[in-house]
């Protein structure tokens, strides 16, 4: 029995000396240190479908996670004019008890061959959101920048073209195209901004759509039935209510999905939606929920892709992606949200 007690009092010491002592100091280990938050402007054309609301939303509900320092828009063809953009970006910016805190800025409404001649005029379609883009991209700070952008990359071109150095200090991960194969929405409302991204020097993404196919965020679908299950009622809570894109009023994001779903066409049996920009958020999140490879960059001429195997310009191409895992952590990090912080 004596045996036993030296044993425990010399483990129980060793024990509490090991608790007590700094890890740098005497173990050799190293301390834990949190992953820095990710640094992000959501460049959105934020009344097009329900996607991207559902991106926005993802960014605002995972404070540990993303530092938003803003939301530029732009316009889209199916999304109505520029001012229907901001609002809808403004609706869940209210929605995520956010809006007044975090910038919310117009970018361009025309597209980038149009304006591109007038950036260093004094004033200028899309001016606001680019001269956003390309302050923040010249703040000093230990974070990289990442433009998350979701639909055409007009405002990203813009900026590149009125100050080319931003193009060390950004990366750019975009949701788009159809690679290897043409078309599809973001890529089609702009292919001018989006040739001259690839040719630029700065780092790209590119997050594939890939309509019809299980490799793109295409095959990242819920059902309305789904939604309907899962949705009322989650989110943050507002004491004023937001008046919805398509009517009602709504004092959290999950009713308001729910009437998003209520009023879209869908292509699939069952009834379903793909949330594409969403997956282009969630893999900065967790870069194990989709596949990346690095490829030369190629162009669009013609509506093709023409590869350019001896291209020294390396681009990143994103597919194959975890639908459940994307899907499931909206739900709880919706479910048990934490705010971002503005600073």
Not at 33 to 48: M, Q
Not at 296 to 313: G, S, T
Request: include cysteine; charge should be negative.
């Amino acid at each position: 029995m004596r045996q036993n007690n030296m044993y425990f009092s010399i483990t129980l010491g060793l024990f509490l000396g090991l608790s007590c002592t700094s890890p740098k100091q005497e173990s050799g280990l190293e301390q834990i240190v949190e992953n820095p938050k990710i640094r992000l402007i959501y460049d959105t054309d934020a009344n097009n479908e329900l996607d991207d609301q559902f991106a926005l939303m993802y960014l605002l509900v995972n404070g540990p996670t993303f530092d938003l320092v803003g939301v530029t828009v732009n316009a889209t063809k199916s999304g109505g004019n520029i001012d229907q953009h901001y609002e809808e970006a403004k609706r869940i910016l209210q929605l995520g008890q956010r809006f007044g805190q975090i910038p919310l800025l117009k970018g361009a409404d025309a597209s980038f061959e149009t304006i591109r001649m007038h950036v260093k005029e004094t004033d200028f379609d899309g001016k606001e959101g680019v001269d956003f883009i390309i302050e923040q991209a010249n703040k000093s700070h230990e974070q990289e920048l990442i433009l998350l952008a979701v639909g055409k990359l007009t405002n990203v071109a813009l900026a590149l073209e009125k100050d080319p150095s931003i193009a060390s200090k950004i990366r750019v991960v975009w949701l788009g195209s159809n690679y290897p194969k043409p078309g599809e929405y973001n890529q089609d409302n702009d292919t001018v901004s989006m040739n001259y991204v690839l040719n630029s020097k700065v780092p790209f993404e590119m997050v594939t759509v890939r309509y019809g196919e299980p490799s793109g965020t295409d095959a990242v679908k819920v059902t309305q039935i789904e939604i309907n299950e899962k949705m009322p009622g989650m989110g943050p809570q507002i004491e004023l209510p937001i008046v919805g894109r398509h009517g009602g009023e709504f004092f959290n994001f999950g009713d308001y999905a729910v009437s998003l779903f209520e009023h879209i066409d869908y292509y699939s049996d069952p009834p379903a939606r793909a949330l594409f920009d969403m997956v282009a958020a969630a893999v900065l999140k967790n870069p194990k929920w989709g596949d990346s490879r690095e490829i030369p960059a190629p162009i669009l001429i013609d509506n093709q892709w023409v590869e350019r195997p001896v291209n020294l310009r390396k681009i990143t191409v994103w597919e194959n992606f975890d639908r459940d895992a994307v899907i499931q952590d909206f739900y709880h990090t919706l479910e048990n949200y934490q705010l971002v912080n503005p600073k």
